[in-house]
T-cell receptor
Framework: SQQGEEDPQALSIQEGENATMNCSYKTSINNLQWYRQNSGRGLVHLILIRSNEREKHSGRLRVTLDTSKKSSSLLITASRAADTASYFCATDAVGGNNRKLIWGLGTSLAVNP | GAGVSQTPSNKVTEKGKYVELRCDPISGHTALYWYRQSLGQGPEFLIYFQGTGAADDSGLPNDRFFAVRPEGSVSTLKIQRTERGDSAVYLC??????????????FGPGTRLTVL
């Protein structure tokens, strides 16, 4: 079952522009992670934000988390053609022995040179 | 160091056949996960191992699917009596510590299974 929903489903921008992707989820979480997937490198972890954090930065990436709205956003600044990929959010649920990640459907980002 | 590897990279089989998919995790990683990804979807959790034992197999779709990790390293996902609906990319991931959700999961390239 899918936990998260990303929007938009697809995004096309020009190189140098910023890209914003959103993720919503359904249950209380411990952490939320963003991954990138492209055909060349498979799924790659980008950034993790804990449930008690509101914002986190890593290079050109900025992630926000709003637990009251059960949503997160990923901002990629000054995009490059190499950022073209699908981006997924993944969450782990609170409680039990649950260590699995529940994934959204992903946002397909195309950065045009 | 070497990442997670999976073999074969592609597997084509006929409906009703048995298949085995192999995952070699990063050396020293105690947690291992199997996911399945269909076209246009996010990964779907199948099973999680902590060491040799399956700590959570709630994602296995039915009893045709099972997985083993006898020595706490390499894992094999086994699918009996394959069906066309089993066609997907099967992803393996490993993580370093307790397998908590806070640990980064490192993914292999996947095995693309096609059931004809």
């Amino acid at each position: 079952s899918q936990q998260g929903e990303e929007d938009p489903q697809a995004l096309s921008i020009q190189e140098g522009e910023n890209a914003t992707m959103n993720c919503s989820y359904k249950t209380s979480i411990n952490n939320l992670q963003w991954y990138r997937q492209n055909s060349g490198r498979g799924l790659v972890h980008l950034i993790l934000i804990r449930s008690n954090e509101r914002e986190k930065h890593s290079g050109r990436l900025r992630v926000t988390l709003d637990t009251s709205k059960k949503s997160s956003s990923l901002l990629i600044t000054a995009s490059r053609a190499a950022d073209t990929a699908s981006y997924f959010c993944a969450t782990d649920a609170v409680g039990g022995n649950n260590r699995k990640l529940i994934w959204g459907l992903g946002t397909s980002l195309a950065v045009n040179p | 160091g070497a990442g997670v590897s999976q073999t074969p990279s592609n597997k084509v089989t006929e409906k009703g056949k048995y298949v085995e998919l192999r995952c070699d995790p990063i050396s020293g990683h105690t947690a291992l996960y199997w996911y399945r990804q269909s076209l246009g979807q996010g990964p779907e959790f199948l099973i999680y191992f902590q060491g040799t034992g399956a700590a959570d197999d709630s994602g296995l779709p039915n009893d045709r699917f099972f997985a083993v990790r006898p020595e706490g390293s390499v894992s094999t996902l086994k699918i009996q009596r394959t069906e066309r609906g089993d066609s997907a990319v099967y992803l393996c991931a490993s993580s370093a510590r307790s397998g908590s959700g806070a640990d980064t999961q490192y993914f292999g390239p996947g095995t693309r299974l096609t059931v004809l």
